[in-house]
Structures are given as structure tokens and as C-alpha cells.
């Protein structure tokens, strides 16, 4: 592969059944080891390969436009891993020993039935009634199960349709799986072949619509003319809950751009708040009785500006968890976390603020009743900012720090402060050998620091 790639300008991976998969995790493969941009992986009829974490992985990589996946109308193999295997395995591999004979003797006669009808019929009917529970339960049926990423063509004796969002794509391959029988289920995994001539031949024909008037939005025409493609007829049951879907899958692909800009807006109006913050930070910083930024809002009295200062730390933490809150329900843009703008914003706040939340958390003595502030207090708005961080390249993180060089580096240095002294309080106060072992058993990175800060 590494030879290959010297003197090819583009290389292309397919692949039939779980041949297809291989071609997936081939492609896979090599767009994160040689970082190639001219990859592309054409499959047809391929199983599942990953979760929900795989595909958004692959979406923040911007890799989902080099996945086309082929899929047939009525093809199980596609739709198989959408159920757990363990009740249909006995049967799944004479099912796949029929399609590899098959395979390699195209011209052996007419399709033979691998298995019973009755149990082709509970494998088909297993499978349906998992599809329609995913359905139903929508994103929370996500996690842990197996997800769709790329693009997804489904394709019929009259056309093909493509779609890529990965909720419209399951929703679609139930509701042409329906339309389907057992036997068909079968027999649609060897006929790909004979789809690819036709949709080849379709696209130098002129098409028109075979049913009813010409909608007036061309927006409507184009979702008729994709049902049509896929052999959907208004006679069907599902035409009304296919046409939601592809307007779905169009929907939500605008939303998390839409909502993003919308953030963005959002962000410009708290400005002022953490304004506000630096203003006071800086008059902290100039104070004559040199208290400092933490200490002043962690002995802080009721005036005015302290109230301020407090009331914003909080419309901030508001703000920032509804990011988060869109960026994991797959409202935002999968590489969100990866734009320069926000993920330096985050930053900039994170160290502007959990400052004053580490104040606030040892002047109330939260530590005391729930136990210091880095393990039993800290904010999960902060361990995800850190994730954020991390993951930008070391040298846009270098070109970047002296921004918030004003800022202490590591916004939990205070916490870390509170907690040896915490500790040294507690070695002053035991005398008992077993006891002063304990502690330092268990801090002994603070113990150093106590040590040396009693040599001073």
C-alpha cells in the first residue's frame, strides 16, 4: 500500500458483502496512517462496521463524503447487524455459504432457497421488528449499537436515491425492508450487478414522473421523483413515511450549521459578562492590599461588584453547558470541537473562570461534605474543555497560549493549593505515627510540598 500510494493519484476500494466491510476498514486504514485525500470506498451490500462513536469519528475527520455504500431495496445483509446475532447465528452461516456458492457459479440455474421458508420468515421478521424498535426509539436507541456513516445509495429496479444522514438512513432501510418478503431478502444480496447496469443506463434517459401531476415547488418534485426511483408508488403503505424521512435527512443536515451560526451570535451578547470578569480580575490584580484574583472572590463581601462578578460566573456556566448539550445530541457540527474560534473560547473562559468556581466551592465547604475540589467537585464543562484542548495540534496550542498568558495555565493550580493546605492543617494537628503514614500514603506529592514549604 505504501508503494502504491507513491504512484497513484487516487485509489478506490470496493468490495461485495463482507467484502464491502473489508474495503471500509482498507480505506479506513488508510486515511489515518498516510493521510491521503484521494481515497475513495465504493461497497455494495456491505454489513454494518461500527457504533455511533465510529461514525461520529468519521464525521469530524470529514472522511463521510469518501464511504458510498450500495445498498439494494429488499438486501438483509445490509440490515442483519441492526439485531443481536445470537438468536438468528445458527442460521446466518448456511445463509452465507448459500450466497458464496452462489457467487462463484452464477449460471448453476435458478435460485435455490438456502433455508426453510419458516426460517427465512423469523429471520426476516427478527430483523424487521428490530429496525422498527430503532425507529421508535430514535437517538436514544444509539449508543452501543451499530451506526451507518458515509453516504448510502439505495437503489431499485427503477433508480437509486442517496442519503446521508445516518438517522434518515436507518429509517430508510426499514421502510424499503418492509416492503419486502423473505425470500427477496435473499435473492436482492446477488443482484447488484444487474442494479448497476440499470442505474447506468438511467442516468443518459430522460426521466419523467409516472404518476400523478408535477408538484409546483421543485423542492417536492425532487422528493417524488426519489420515491419514484426507489419503485415507491402511492399505492404502497409507506410512501407518506418515506417522503418525511428524505425531508428529514435534508433538515437535519442544515440544522447544526444553522444552529452553530446561532451560537456564535449568542457568544458575541455574554461577551460583556466575561468582560466584567477580566475588568475585575485586572482591579484585583492592582488592589493595594495585593489579595490577588482568587483570594479577593473567595473572601469576597456583599457590595456590588462582587455580586456582579458572581452573577455572571453563573450566565457563563449556563451558556457553556448548553454547548455542550447541543454538541452531544448531534445538534452542532461533528468537527465543533476542532474550530479554532470555540475551542480557544472555551479555553479563554475555562481559565478566566473555574478560578472563581474553586473559590466559591472552598468558601461555601463543599470540600468538607463532598471531598476536595479536583476528583469531587470539578465541573464536566472543564474535563470536556480539557478534551478539547488536548486534542488541537501542538502547534496551534503554541501559537495560542500566549493569549491567555495573563491567565494561570493550569486553572486548577488553586485547588491544588487548597488541598495542601488542607492537608498540612491535618499533619499539624495528629501526632499519631499510623496516622501521618496514612497521609502520606495517600498524598505524597503534597506531603514534598508540605515539607518544603516548612522549610521556607
Keep these: 500500500m505504501n508503494a502504491l500510494i507513491q504512484t497513484s493519484k487516487s485509489i478506490i476500494f470496493t468490495g461485495h458483502s463482507v467484502g464491502g466491510t473489508t474495503a471500509s476498514i482498507a480505506a479506513l486504514w488508510l486515511l489515518s496512517n498516510l493521510q491521503s485525500n484521494s481515497v475513495l470506498c465504493i461497497t455494495f451490500g456491505s454489513p454494518l462496521l461500527g457504533n455511533e462513536s465510529l461514525s461520529r469519528a468519521i464525521l469530524r475527520e470529514r472522511w463521510g463524503g469518501k464511504f458510498c455504500h450500495v445498498v439494494s431495496k429488499y438486501d438483509i445483509m445490509p440490515r442483519m447487524l441492526f439485531a443481536p446475532m445470537d438468536p438468528i447465528a445458527p442460521h446466518i452461516k448456511p445463509l452465507l455459504q448459500f450466497w458464496h456458492w452462489y457467487m462463484k457459479s452464477p449460471h448453476s440455474g435458478m435460485l435455490a432457497v438456502p433455508l426453510s421458508d419458516e426460517i427465512l420468515a423469523q429471520i426476516f421478521q427478527f430483523i424487521l421488528v428490530h429496525l422498527r424498535g430503532l425507529i421508535v426509539a430514535g437517538e436514544e436507541a444509539v449508543a452501543g449499537t451499530f451506526r451507518p456513516f458515509g453516504n448510502y445509495i439505495f437503489c431499485s ?18 421502510l424499503l425492508f418492509e416492503m419486502g418478503s423473505p425470500s427477496c431478502s435473499v435473492e436482492d444480496h446477488l443482484k447488484y450487478g444487474d442494479y448497476v447496469g440499470k442505474i447506468s443506463s438511467q442516468f443518459l434517459e430522460k426521466r419523467s414522473f409516472l404518476q400523478g401531476e408535477l408538484p409546483e415547488s421543485s423542492y417536492e418534485a425532487g422528493v417524488v421523483l426519489a420515491l419514484q426511483s426507489l419503485g415507491i408508488s402511492c399505492k404502497e403503505p409507506v410512501p407518506g413515511q418515506a417522503m418525511d424521512c428524505l425531508k428529514a435527512a435534508r433538515r437535519m443536515g442544515r440544522t447544526p450549521n ?7 451570535i449568542k ?32 473572601q469576597r463581601g456583599a457590595s456590588k461588584r462582587d455580586s456582579k462578578v458572581n452573577l455572571n460566573r453563573h450566565k457563563l456556566a449556563r451558556f457553556w ?65 480539557d478534551r478539547w484542548w488536548n486534542e488541537t495540534s501542538g502547534s496551534e496550542k503554541e501559537n495560542k497560549r500566549s493569549k491567555f498568558a495573563s491567565l494561570t495555565q493550569d486553572p486548577c493550580f488553586w485547588a491544588r493549593v487548597e488541598e495542601a493546605r488542607d492537608l498540612l492543617d491535618a499533619l499539624r494537628s495528629t501526632s499519631d505515627p499510623s496516622q ?19 522549610r521556607e
Aim: charged share 25%; hydrophobic share 35%.
Design 157 to 174: 429496479e427503477d433508480g437509486a436515491v442517496c442519503v446521508d444522514n445516518a438517522a434518515s438512513v436507518v429509517q430508510m432501510m426499514s
Design 258 to 264: 444553522l444552529n452553530c451560526a446561532n451560537l456564535a
Design 267 to 298: 457568544l458575541s451578547k455574554i461577551n460583556p459578562y466575561r468582560a466584567e470578569i477580566e475588568w475585575y480580575k485586572a482591579f484585583c490584580d492592582r488592589s493595594d492590599d495585593q489579595m490577588g484574583y482568587y483570594d479577593s472572590f473567595k
Design 321 to 385: 453547558d448548553n454547548v455542550i448539550n447541543l454538541f452531544e445530541s448531534n445538534q452542532l457540527p461533528h468537527d465543533f470541537h476542532r474550530q479554532k474560534n470555540w475551542v480557544n473560547a472555551s479555553q479563554l473562559y475555562k481559565l478566566l473562570v473555574e478560578p472563581l468556581d474553586i473559590a466559591e466551592y472552598y468558601r461555601t465547604g463543599m470540600h468538607r461534605s463532598k471531598g476536595h475540589y479536583i476528583i469531587h467537585g470539578r465541573e464536566r464543562r472543564y474535563r470536556i474543555f
Design 436 to 454: 501521618l503514614a496514612l497521609y502520606w500514603a495517600e498524598h505524597r506529592f503534597f506531603c514534598e510540598l508540605c515539607k518544603n514549604v516548612g
